[in-house]
């Protein structure tokens, strides 16, 4: 076994890695951009090198730096993670070129796999099935024209060198083809670094199952049963679980022998995915379709981990080290449920543009684990409270991993993991998540990758939390903060007690646009009263530590969590949550939204300006393109009006609500 690795990556995978090799006794280096000079990566590990600036570019895709950090400080093998060098050959090679293990597959692996169109001409002679499409070189856009018209649209547009949804999209019709291949190769470019791309009849209602493949050095290949990765928004992966429902053992064994046949034909060596996708016929049968083949651990091997009670990154280092497979395909066995949820800073409300900022309040589940795969609920993330969320990497925060004795069980204790992670400071999909969860098509497990867009109505149009349990929430919050505030002196107190009648509070909140007025009023006998318009409930809170309170609100009796994070205040109920923003009406006064101004929802960088001062437009027509979190984002006209100024320009960073460009009026 190795004595010392570096981790080439960031945030909880470099977490997750370096909570394994310190379990096995192995000494851990860490790598860190200037923006992540204080993460949490960077205290994980024994040992820390700095590789360059913010961006990826500068840090940590150069990997020239990575090596002289990883021989500057004794390490004898590097641990890519996944993303950036994971599944870059030059890399593999570079690091065997210096005498240093790539805990990886050989570099063979990763080109014959790395191009989805290489793999799939292997596939294909080694009689896998692949979905109808066009796998050529040629990437000339009128050939890539004709061809989408050949396979019959909806056509699939995915980037050959990429994965994680970068560089994918739907065209539903020939009119839109061009722009969708331009965008695409756009986004598989700065990604990747290549804009290849290849064509693909889209699969109706298609189910992503993929297969995890584990081969050593010595000739010897399993797999360790399968995942169903079907629940997607941007072609990107928001649950994962283990194993994928309604599969048959039969097919899962078909399934398992095709992804070990793929593995062999390519010399794998590591840990590695074969994904297909799927499609459930009229008879209930699943066929399935070669996709692709990610040469690295996913990001969602958790929930294999909890279904076979093994640890993948342990079989990483082993396998690198030379040693054999610890277990042979007929020891391998599975039991239970096992789901994973991606948390991620983006608002799902807005199209999941990512958001940025601090991470005010993380408050986790009692009672789960860190980064380890033998204990369950399981937290795997990369940040704590205070961190800052940056405009440079990937939006994920953390994944929670549940286990359940069946799906049922395993739905339940996710619902209840979800209920109680309370994170503030900025937007996340923690809510969302929770919705998904209890969907009815998720939860008959109805899946497909167009399960969000299906679900849309139970989704994005869900009855927020009742205005009077937020505003208990708020007046919890007051009490706890007026208390704070007294001293000895009885005249001080703030307790609202009068010698003649009783004392009112008057809070204005604003819940997503909604304006509210709520006053809290203390009555003489010492009771309390929550108005909003003309219904009253009678309330009582007691404060029970760490953002808690016990609140009794009419007839009910709940707790509640309440975190304030400058003018916001976060509730967090046991039905749902709410983000209110309390209003200064002083501060506030004469204040309008600018209209005909367009700004940047998020830092990012423009790529594309579609418009110029004097072009008509109407409202929604897209006007600029941004990059932000490595995803092209479509900004679209607030009205209609005419361009009358351009305030930036193309290759501009801009920062979140900095001004793009001015309409006037027709």
């Known amino acids: 076994m190795f004595q010392k690795i570096l981790i080439a990556n960031r945030g909880e995978i470099a977490c997750r890695v370096a909570a394994t090799a310190r379990r096995l006794g192995v000494r ?19 040992e820390a090198v700095h590789i360059g600036a913010a961006p990826a570019r500068e840090s940590y895709l150069q990997w020239r730096r990575i090596l002289d950090a990883a021989l500057a400080t004794g390490a004898q093998a590097v641990h890519p993670g996944y993303g950036f060098l ?59 024209a004709r061809e989408a018209e050949r396979i019959g649209y909806p056509v699939l547009i995915k980037a ?53 493949v584990f081969a050593d050095g010595h000739g010897q290949c399993v797999h360790l049963f399968e995942r169903d990765c079907s629940v997607q928004r941007r072609h990107q992966k928001v649950f994962e679980e283990a194993p994928a429902p309604g599969l048959s053992a039969a097919r899962r064994a078909e399934m398992g ?25 009229d008879d209930g049968d699943i066929r399935f ?45 599975m039991r239970g449920h096992a789901i994973e949820a991606r948390i991620c800073a983006e608002n799902p409300d807005a199209n999941f543009l990512p958001a940025t900022g601090p991470l005010a309040v993380a408050r986790w589940p009692a009672h789960v684990s860190f980064e380890r795969s033998d204990s369950l609920p399981r937290i795997d993330r990369g940040f704590d409270d205070g961190d800052t969320i940056s405009p440079y990497y990937d939006s994920m925060i953390a994944k929670l991993i549940v286990w359940g004795e069946d799906r049922a069980q395993a739905l339940a204790r996710m619902d209840a993991a979800l209920r109680d992670t309370h994170l503030v400071g900025l937007q996340t999909n923690v809510a969302f998540l929770r919705r998904v969860v209890n969907t009815q098509a998720f939860a008959t497990a109805d899946l497909d990758t167009a399960l969000i867009e299906r679900e849309h109505a139970a989704l994005f149009e869900s009855a927020p939390l009742a205005p009077e349990v937020a505003a208990a ?24 007690w009068r010698l003649h009648g009783g004392a009112r509070r008057r809070f204005d909140l604003d819940v997503g646009g909604d304006k509210r007025v709520v006053m809290l009023t203390r009555l003489h006998d010492g009771a309390t009263v929550i108005e909003i318009g003309e219904q009253r409930w009678p309330f009582s809170a007691r404060a029970l530590g760490d953002g808690r309170h016990d609140v009794t609100l009419g007839e009910r009796r709940l707790t509640l ?79 209609d009006g005419t361009v009358g100024e351009m305030l930036c320009g193309v290759g501009d960073q801009v920062a979140e609500g900095a001004e793009l460009l001015r309409l006037q009026e027709a």
């Open 160 to 212: 050959s060198a990429g994965g994680g949804g970068k560089g994918m999209r739907r065209v539903e019709k020939a009119a839109d083809f061009a722009d969708a291949l331009a965008s695409c190769q756009r986004e598989a470019k700065a990604s990747f670094g290549d804009d290849h791309v290849l064509v693909e009849r889209y699969v109706l209602r298609p189910r992503h199952i993929e297969i995890q």
């Open 257 to 281: 022998e095709a992804a070990v046949s793929a593995a062999m034909a390519v010399g794998y060596v590591g840990a590695g995915t074969v994904e297909f996708i799927a499609e459930e016929r």
């Open 86 to 144: 994971s599944e870059n050959e030059a890399f593999a090679q570079a690091c065997a070129d210096a005498g240093l293990a790539f805990i990886g597959p050989p570099p063979s692996a990763i080109a014959a796999m790395g191009s989805k169109s290489a793999a799939k001409s292997l596939m294909e002679k080694a009689g896998v099935p692949l979905v109808p499409g066009y796998h050529g070189q040629d990437n000339d856009p009128a050939l890539l």
């Open 561 to 639: 969590c309440v975190y304030r994070h400058g003018d916001r205040i976060a509730v967090f109920a046991p039905e749902a949550a709410a983000l209110l923003t309390e209003i200064d009406r002083l501060a506030h006064a004469g204040d309008g939204a600018a209209e005909g101004r367009l700004t940047a929802p998020m830092p990012g960088k423009v790529i594309t300006l579609l418009v110029g001062a004097g072009d008509a437009v109407k409202r929604g027509q897209a006007v600029a393109v941004m990059e932000a979190m490595k995803m092209e984002h479509t900004l679209h006209a607030p009205r």
């Open 473 to 496: 929430g708020v007046a919890a919050l007051a009490q706890v903060e007026e208390r704070a505030q007294e001293d000895a002196d009885p005249w001080s107190r703030r307790d609202g």
């Open 289 to 333: 379709y070669f996709m692709e083949m990610n040469t690295r651990l996913q990001v969602e091997h958790p929930v294999t981990e909890a279904i076979t009670g093994l640890d993948l990154v342990e079989w990483q280092l082993r396998v690198a080290a030379g040693q054999h497979l610890p277990l042979a395909q007929g020891q391998l066995t």
């Open 28 to 46: 851990t280096v860490a790598v860190y951009s200037d923006a992540d000079a204080g993460a949490r990566h960077v205290a994980a590990c024994d």
